[in-house]
């Protein structure tokens, strides 16, 4: 972790952030060369991208490659590389990909970790927001959401897709007893000590089910969690990869976390952050 880090880290400036954004890749081709760019045209020097490709059959692992090569041409202070790419032989679910991404930036370095889709669902443009916001108030990991009050989804979100999502927030909130409004979120910027406590080793989801392992953790455990509304926008290019398998691992999954972790008891955050976290209710 780096000195600033040590000291009170509220004085760190975002362009001294050391700052990974993770994308699990599967047939993105046409999407990640145009994220790249607005990733690194954010005004965030320091900024890392790592790329978990699954053997994409449309090249995605090539396109990443070729990225690499181009903007490691010119590496960051230290001699390190502002673009990884982590190739995968075969395609393992959205949430191994993510704790292979994860796991690589905590050993290179990062201090804060974004995940994010490839597909600009996820605007890039909230970047430097939430890293603001977490330099700001201290909080353990911030959650780009649609379910608090300013955020909101694509208008060309079919009205299967928001039911499907409204059932999966509220299914999984219901049996886990949460309070976070965004259970499903992808878009989250994590302090690097959080996922460190959190001890990704120990996460079994598969596929989207990892995000709700990963919320239910960060409330059992007491993080300072804040959700910030953002502007949910469809895919930009390509197909999802939200197949049946997918769904019925989310579904089962749900209790085997409840079941899991039964005898996590729930951690409150410090009080200083009380009445700080955005559109989650204070029950109990
Ligand atoms: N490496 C890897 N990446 C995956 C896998 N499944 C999904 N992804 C990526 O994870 C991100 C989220 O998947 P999406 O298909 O966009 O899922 P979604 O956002 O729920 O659905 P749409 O945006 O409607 O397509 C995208 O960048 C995908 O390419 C996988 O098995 N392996
Ligand atoms: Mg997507």
């Not at 780096?2 to 993105?28: C, D, K, L, M, V």
């Not at 649609?146 to 979100?157: A, F, I, K, N, T």
């Not at 953002?230 to 930009?236: C, K, N, Q, T, V």
């Amino acid at each position: 972790m780096s000195e600033a880090i040590h000291g009170s880290f509220w004085q760190i400036r975002p362009e001294e952030a050391r700052i990974t954004i993770i994308i699990p890749t599967y047939n993105e081709a046409d999407n990640l060369p145009g994220m790249a760019e607005a990733l690194f045209d954010l005004r965030l020097p320091l900024l890392q991208l790592i790329i978990v490709d699954d053997n994409s059959p449309d090249g995605t692992g090539t396109v990443a490659d070729e990225l690499a090569a181009r903007y490691n041409s010119t590496p960051l202070p230290g001699g390190h590389n502002r673009f990884t790419v982590i190739h995968r032989a075969t395609k393992g679910g959205l949430g191994t990909a993510y704790v292979a991404g994860m796991t690589c930036a905590i050993a290179a370095g990062a201090d804060f970790i974004v995940q994010m889709d490839a597909d600009f669902s996820h605007s890039p443009r909230y970047i430097p927001q939430m890293l603001g916001v977490i330099l700001a108030t201290e909080a353990d990991v911030v959650i780009g959401s649609r379910y608090v009050p300013g955020g909101s989804l694509d208008e060309r979100w079919e009205l299967s897709r928001r039911l499907l999502s409204w059932w999966a927030n509220l299914y999984s909130r219901a049996i886990l007893n949460l309070r976070i409004r965004d259970m499903t979120a992808g878009f989250k910027m994590w302090r690097r000590s959080a996922l460190q406590a959190i001890g990704l080793e120990q996460i079994r989801s598969n596929g989207y089910s990892f995000q709700v392992e990963m919320a239910y953790l960060c409330e059992k455990l007491g993080f300072r969690l804040i959700e910030i509304p953002i502007h949910f926008e469809d895919r930009r290019i390509g197909q999802s990869k939200l197949d049946v398998p997918v769904k019925l691992e989310s579904a089962w999954r749900t209790w085997h976390i409840r079941w899991r972790y039964r005898h996590l008891n729930r951690t409150e955050p410090q009080p200083a952050l009380r009445g700080t976290r955005i559109g989650v209710d204070e029950r109990g």
